[in-house]
């Protein structure tokens, strides 16, 4: 059973950093892609960065040159590194999972079978 348990959420001032870990259990890390989804408050959940069995990263345009995916397949550990972070960056962030060919949508929630439980991310002004 896949299990994703997101932490390293919180509240943060306009400019800051954060860095969000999601450590994954009850399947095989290594050939799984995972990628970050967010969900504003109020809005549609969107994807935020990907990054395939091969390392291969793909992120949205409102985070490119802020954020960077990463993973230590040793750890079995997902990594978002989020700098200068925005009131718009305020949102619920979900690590994901798959076993599925990403293809050309990398960003399409349908792509991913296994959700985290979420962490909260909150940018004040």
């Known amino acids: 059973q896949v299990q994703l348990v997101e932490s390293g959420g919180g509240s943060v001032q306009s400019g800051g950093s954060l860095r969000l870990s999601c450590a994954g259990s009850g399947y095989p890390f290594t050939t799984y892609s995972m990628a970050w989804f967010r969900q504003p408050p109020g809005k549609e959940r969107e994807g935020v960065a990907a990054i395939t069995t091969v390392g291969t990263t793909t992120y949205a345009d409102s985070v490119k040159g802020r954020f960077t995916i990463s993973r230590d397949n040793a750890k079995n550990t997902l990594y978002l590194q989020m700098s200068s972070l925005k009131p718009d960056d305020t949102a619920i962030y979900y690590c994901?999972?798959?076993?599925?060919?990403?293809?050309?949508?990398?960003?399409?929630?349908?792509?991913?079978?296994?959700w985290g439980q979420g962490t909260q991310v909150t940018v004040s002004s």
């Open positions: 994901v999972a798959t076993n599925l060919w990403l293809g050309s949508t990398p960003l399409a929630p349908s792509r991913y079978r296994n």
